[in-house]
Nanobody, 118 residues
């Protein structure tokens, strides 16, 4: 089991940047691929980005490709989401999650709010 705590959200103007962090407890962080998801008001939660256990492979939703970068530091048990060129449609609660099996995320953080003003 792993506990996840996100931080780094806030209010930013369109075109700005934010860096989200997700700190994991436990000794098995490096055994999980990690993902970032978001949920906008009134919408379903959607996938944003995924990073492999080693960090050598990443995958992004088309809507954020070229603007967001996912990375991880297994020595610090932390996964990051660097968000650049933010748009109002990026507004939402951002969650990190640990992938127990391919496509199945069993452990979730509490989320951090990102608001992008126009």
């Amino acid at each position: 089991q792993v506990q996840l705590v996100e931080s780094g959200g806030g209010l930013v103007q369109a075109g700005g940047s934010l860096r989200l962090s997700c700190a994991a407890s436990g000794r098995t962080f490096s055994s999980y691929a990690m993902g970032w998801f978001r949920q906008a008001p009134g919408k379903e939660r959607e996938f944003v980005a995924r990073i492999s256990r080693s960090g050598g492979s990443t995958y992004y939703a088309d809507s954020v490709k070229g603007r967001f970068t996912i990375s991880r530091d297994n020595a610090k048990n932390t996964v990051y989401l660097q968000m650049n060129s933010l748009k109002p449609e990026d507004t939402g609660v951002y969650y990190c999650a640990a992938e127990v099996r391919v496509g199945k995320y069993d452990f979730w953080g509490q989320g951090t709010q990102v608001t992008v003003s126009s």
